[in-house]
């Protein structure tokens, strides 16, 4: 069965520090998702691609995040610098096309610890 | 602003009851509410979509209420087993124009004992 590829599953970084998450979708979905879900929470919105087009990236912090998904497959999240308030898990979904009535699949999502 | 809830209290129930869920939504009209199942250290699983012309959906021991009116579904697992403990998150597309920008409850903790 198909599934929604992440790396690092953990990963632990000192504040101010870089850090890089990367996420292979399913095979044929065109549209990516890169959530935050912080302990106790729903998942929240960060990024939306639509192949390798931005779609929604309004709730990104962009002074410190960005995501790239260029060739329209894989995609990148990246946060420098680190702050402690970004200790969260960070899940990949994605879905074959833009539209609320298909349903997103969820990789396993990186667990990132800021120290 | 835009906001949903769901029960913040874990549900504990004996093995073979019904489970029963709640998700409330306020300033949305939205067309549709998906149903996610998520455990410890994992993605979430979608479980069921049911769209605002649908009162009711069925999934095997599965069953989905969506009340516009109230602005409230209802999830429910009848005969539960323990392989039914996890988290059930609610969500909704935070748009009016259907792009899959979902917002989700934080979700309600079901624990089945046997």
């Known amino acids: 069965e198909a599934e929604v590829a992440q790396s690092p599953r953990y990963k632990i970084t000192e504040k101010s520090q870089a850090v890089a998450f990367w996420c292979d979708p399913i095979?044929?979905?065109?549209?990516l998702y890169w959530y935050r879900q912080i302990l106790g929470q729903g998942p929240e919105l960060l990024v939306q691609?639509?192949?390798?087009?931005?779609?929604?990236d309004s709730q990104l912090p962009k002074d410190r995040f960005s995501a790239e998904r260029l060739k329209g497959v894989d995609s990148t999240l990246k946060i420098q610098p680190a702050e402690l308030g970004d200790s969260a898990m960070y899940l990949c979904?994605?879905?074959?096309?833009?539209?609320?009535?298909?349903?997103?699949?969820f990789g396993p999502g990186t667990r990132l610890t800021v120290l | 602003s835009q906001k949903i809830e769901q029960n913040s209290e874990a549900l504990n129930i004996q093995e073979g009851k019904t489970a029963t869920l709640t998700c409330n939504y306020t300033?949305?009209?939205?067309?549709?509410l998906q149903w996610y199942r998520q455990d410890p250290g994992r993605g979430p699983v979608f479980l069921l979509l049911?769209?605002?012309?649908?009162k009711e959906k069925r999934k095997e021991r599965l069953k989905v209420t969506f009340d516009t009116t109230l602005k409230q579904s209802l999830f429910h697992i009848t005969a539960s087993q323990p392989a039914d403990s996890a988290t059930y998150l609610c969500?909704?597309?935070?748009?009016?124009?259907?792009?899959?920008?979902?917002?989700f409850g934080q979700g309600t903790t079901l624990q089945v004992k046997p």
């Open positions: 979904a994605s879905s074959l096309e833009v539209s609320s009535y298909n349903e997103q699949f």
């Open positions: 095979s044929g979905h065109a549209t």
């Open positions: 691609f639509q192949d390798e087009s931005v779609v929604d």
């Open positions: 300033n949305y009209s939205p067309a549709y």
């Open positions: 049911i769209r605002e012309n649908e």
């Open positions: 969500a909704l597309d935070r748009s009016s124009s259907n792009t899959g920008k979902l917002i």
